[in-house]
């Protein structure tokens, strides 16, 4: 080899090693995780800060962003909208993150990323389904949870053309979310079918008497009672609505998802329907959300939830972005490619963001069968 020859290999050796050293010295991308760590909530939040952390694990096991490690700081919001604001607060300006993911509850959300547009950040949330979250014109805020304009469809679907009902009653948390799903399904079922609800009765998101609403709903002949609230409320409701001996399919949409509805309801449950983007059946699952179970079971020794896949998926698809931005990780950027996510195959389902920055993939109706024990319903497989 000529001398030159070995100057230009040896110097092409330098300039790659000092590049992989600067990589491997560079400040980590930092991502703030906001979501209710504690309180009526707190099972939610821990699934999703344990659904995002699995994704930075297999982010940074693949090389990470260019080389740079991913690291995490989250917050507690409370489920409170103010202590979310302070909380994002914090993420950005006391702990510089690169994005922000969470949080769980549509006022919270709606309030917290308020921040990230002024400050530019981008921000996903896996798990908040008011359809305000994407339609206020911040371009900066991108959502994996089915909206409730989605999921609230599936649901009266299912109710009118397989349940065959015609006396759908409402019963709706009077926040964000809950009022976010009556404002989808009352038009939706007059426009669609030439339907109204029977009974459409509002209730405090905390309140621990849901007797008055039921009776109402009972005395106006419903066949069907919709529920759009989350799961503690929704298991008393199931409670009381047996107790009270009103006889009818219980259904709403996705926070009703989870464990402690049955715990908290016993066989009040059973049968109770909801929508979905995910469920836990290692069999039946696409290879991508076979082996999220099981890297899920290995990390945290249980199954993952649903809010934990959105979490993961939430966490993927910005940490793909990220990549696709740069070693930099400049925010316009990966805001951009996030924007243009196409076909990305997720645990949840083939993803595409469209121009609202929503996620669209199949539903899920699934139940609770007579033991206690989640299994889907629709589509049938």
């Known amino acids: 080899m000529k001398a030159y020859a070995r100057v230009a290999v040896v110097a092409g050796l330098l300039l790659a090693m000092i590049s992989v050293g600067t990589a491997m010295g560079a400040a980590p991308v930092k991502i ?5 760590l504690s309180g009526g909530a707190a099972m939610v939040g821990d699934t999703l800060v344990k659904g995002a952390a699995l994704a930075i694990k297999h982010l940074n096991e693949t090389g990470g962003i260019h080389g740079r490690q991913l690291t995490y700081v989250s917050e507690d919001d409370e489920q409170n909208p103010a ?29 917290c990323q308020e ?12 798990i908040a389904s008011n359809p305000k979250v994407t339609r206020v014109g ?21 109710a009118v053309n397989v349940l065959k009902l015609k006396k759908l009653a409402l019963m709706y948390q009077s926040d964000d979310y809950g ?14 079918y030439g339907m109204k609800l029977i009974a459409s009765e509002p209730f405090n ?14 005395n106006a002949g419903a066949d069907g009672l919709v529920m759009w609230t989350m799961y503690q409320q929704g298991a008393l409701i199931a409670r009381q609505a047996k107790q009270l001996a009103l006889q ?36 039946g699952a696409s290879p991508e959300a076979a082996a999220f179970i099981g890297a899920y079971q290995k990390e945290y020794g249980v199954l993952p939830d649903s809010n934990a896949a959105m979490s993961y998926d939430a966490m993927m698809i910005l940490g793909l972005s990220m990549r696709k931005a740069g070693a930099d990780v400049n925010k316009a950027k990966v805001r951009d490619a996030m924007a243009d ?37 629709w589509p049938k497989r």
């Open 205 to 218: 998101p905390d309140a621990k008497d849901m007797s008055a609403q039921i009776l109402k709903i009972k």
């Open 83 to 111: 202590k979310s604001v302070s909380a994002v607060n914090r993420l950005v300006f006391q702990h510089k993150v690169d994005a922000v993911v969470g949080t769980v509850n549509s006022s919270c959300q709606l309030a």
């Open 179 to 192: 009022t976010g799903g009556k404002d989808v399904i009352v038009p939706y079922l007059q426009e669609k």
């Open 248 to 283: 009818v399919p219980l259904m709403g949409g996705g926070g009703l998802t989870n464990p402690k509805l049955i715990e908290l309801a016993g066989d009040a449950a059973y049968g109770l329907l909801n929508t979905q983007t995910f469920f836990p059946d290692p069999k």
């Open 115 to 126: 921040v990230t547009q002024r400050a530019q950040v981008p921000h996903v949330t896996p």
């Open 32 to 36: 703030g995780i906001v979501g209710p």
């Open 138 to 158: 911040n371009k900066w805020v991108f959502r994996l949870q089915a909206s409730d304009a989605q999921q609230c469809t599936a649901i009266i679907d299912y």
């Open 341 to 377: 996510t196409k076909g990305h195959r997720g645990v949840t389902g083939v993803i595409d963001i469209d121009e609202y920055g929503d996620a669209n993939r199949e539903i899920l109706i699934i139940g609770i069968d007579n033991k206690g024990a989640y299994e889907v319903i």
